[in-house]
Each structure stands twice: as C-alpha cells, then as structure tokens.
C-alpha cells in the first residue's frame, strides 16, 4: 500500500479535514471505476487529491473526467512523481487545478487553507497551477529536514485482517544520480534519516493495532 498516501492522509486529518483516501493498487479497473464513482456520488468531496506515478497515469485521467463529470466543482489536486515531473504537460492538457510538487505533507496544508479562505495561492511554496491556460510553478519548498515531526502514516486504512506485511519508511531522499532514476528530481540528492525513537515507536504501533503482522517491509530510497 502507499506510504505516501497514508502520510497526506494522516496530516490533512491532523489538521482538521474530513478526509476519505482509497488504494487502487491491486483492484481490477473497472471494479475500481465503479467504487471511486459510488464514493465521488456519496461524499460528494471540495477536493480530489490523486497520487499519479507513469504506470497509472492513464486511469488518473479517466477518473478525472469521471470527478468533473459527476461534480465540475470539484477541485483536482495532483502529486506524486510523475505530476512532479510533468506538471507542465499535465495542467495543459487535463482539467485539473494544481500539482503539488515533490514532498507535498506541507505544501497541501497551507494549499487547502488557502483555498478554503479564498486566499491567492501563488505565494504558495512547491506547487504549480494554471494562469490563462499555461502551468505556472511557485518556489521551490525546502525539503522536510525533520521527519520525526510527520505523524505516522495512516496503517489502519491499508490493512486488511489477512493481510501478513505492513510498510514503513526510516529514511528519505538519496545522494546519489543514477541515469535509471528519477528520485534526484524530488529529494535533490538530499538524504534525511528518522530517529531511531520513531522508527520503533511506529513498528510498535503496527504491531500492537495489527496482529495479523508478520513482516514490516522498509521502504526507504536508499536504505543502506
């Protein structure tokens, strides 16, 4: 299941929001069109957050059009690697309103107050939206040097009573620039290690609320 997702989750409830979030990952497709319909229909949401990688980009359209077809209201926010990269591309040419780039647990924050305030976004740090039709990036946001501060990802919406694995992250970004990979462009080469307090701390919490657990699998950049 996405860490990523589980950590958006956890900060936008932290801060107050009503907040739904469903993994894809190993549904069929149209099982998967049919439920996201059904939610969109009932909860009826002010925001679509969506975390888009190249291998589901093409579903992300599709449910795109599905959220402004059924609600043209609805605001589509995007991250993830591949909106990171080709933000541009993809504010040009699908009907979305943001891309958060990189890291986003801080950048969705202050975008989801702004909006709800009706505050102008563009002094946002690490975001990208469209002004007469073109993709605008604002600066670059620092990375989080501390991650210790992050509340623990949201575990308990992933795991089934079947399931034997959970995930955790001890670490972010990597220093190094392989021609194969991407991660220079979200992390700058920029490597950030958790205290040992909260990684244990966290693996208890797994443990304790989950006893089907068997495994935890670290899901780290560059764990060694």
Known sequence: ??????????????????????????WDRDEASRDI????TEFQPDYLLMQVFSMNRVTTYKIIEVAKTLNS???IILGGVHATIFYQQLLEHLDIDYV???EGEETIIELLSALNANIDTGNI????????GKAV?????????????LPFPAHSLFIGAEQKVAGIITSRG??????FCCLHSISRRLYRQRSVGSIISEVEYILKNHSNISTIQIA????T
């Not at 997702?5 to 990952?25: D, R």
């Not at 990036?137 to 501060?149: H, Q, Y």
């Not at 990597?174 to 021609?179: E, G």
């Open 100 to 102: 958060v780039l990189g």
């Open 37 to 40: 319909t059904t939610i969109l």
């Open 174 to 179: 990597c220093p190094f620039k392989c021609s």
């Open 137 to 149: 990036k604002t600066a670059d946001r620092d990375l989080i040097r501390d991650l210790d501060r």
């Open 73 to 75: 209201k609805t605001k």
């Open 1 to 26: 299941y996405s860490l990523g997702l589980g950590y958006l989750h956890s900060v936008i409830e932290q801060a107050g929001y009503i907040i739904k979030t469903q993994n894809y990952n190993i």
């Open 220 to 223: 780290d950049d560059t764990f």
């Open 125 to 132: 740090k690490g975001l990208a939206y469209k002004v007469d």
